[in-house]
């Protein structure tokens, strides 16, 4: 996984040169000094979770289980309340404090707000963007029968879709998107092909699996996707403490 931590990172520092050397040229432009500075401190909280999320897999086992479903909801809805093109198409849902995924709750935080910031730029794609219909949700063990198809088990699991009105994508994108891209020179390509996922999708996949989870996409073009996470559960025992299901 830390080459994709590496790509990502590099990938963010390449952005904040560029920017960096553009206001650098044209200081005396406050436009153009102001959007540096706003990207400059986006992309150093978005370095700082990437560093976390590294050091959160190297923590002990029992250290990184358990997340606080509702805290990591109720985090994301804040972090995009204030952003007038995301607050009107966001709707989270009510969680139930008994529901505990049996993964870091960063892990889980970072993936779905990478799930939601492309399930935004995939409405803002679409040919008919200002649709007042186009809409986000995120659900918690929703009812679908997706889930039976893959024949893993969810009994004991807590399943989180992230659904979108957006742009959606062809049979063969899908398949890019999650697919390992094992070598630099492909890892490159597939950045090209498809730059609005970049690798962020295939490190949100692999933080998945790392705590027993699946993540999976369906989509069609122009109607929309639907990303689902699969992430094992903690459930009391009869004492009350918790226990890995």
């Known amino acids: 996984m830390a080459p994709l931590y590496a790509h990502e990172i590099h990938n963010l520092i390449t952005n904040l040169s560029g920017r960096a050397q553009l206001a650098l040229m044209r200081p005396h432009d406050p436009d153009i000094v102001q959007s540096t500075l706003r990207t ?84 803002h794609e679409h040919p008919s963007p200002d649709d007042p219909k186009h809409a986000i949700t995120v659900q918690i063990n929703p009812t679908t029968d997706s889930c039976s198809t893959w024949n893993t088990p969810t009994a004991n699991a807590i399943i989180i879709v992230v659904e979108d009105t957006g742009v959606g994508m062809s049979e063969s994108h899908i398949e890019s998107l999650l697919t390992p891209t094992n070598s630099p020179r492909a890892a490159r390509i597939h950045n090209e092909r498809y730059p609005r996922h970049g690798l962020g999708m295939r490190v949100c996949q692999m933080l998945i699996e790392s705590v027993g989870g699946l993540i999976r996409c369906e989509s069609e073009p122009n109607k929309g996707t639907r990303m689902i996470v699969i992430v094992p559960s903690i459930e009391s025992d009869s004492h009350g403490s918790k226990r890995a299901a």
């Open 40 to 123: 400059v401190v986006e992309g150093c909280e978005r370095a700082s979770r990437l560093s976390q999320l590294f050091l959160s897999q190297c923590e002990p086992e029992d250290q990184q289980r358990g997340a606080d479903l509702v805290g990591v909801m109720e985090r994301l809805e804040r972090s995009f309340r204030f952003d007038p093109t995301s607050d009107a198409l966001l709707r989270f849902p009510t969680v139930h404090a008994d529901l505990r995924p049996n993964a870091p709750a960063i892990v889980l935080e970072q993936v779905l707000d990478n799930l939601i910031r492309n399930a935004l730029r995939a409405i």
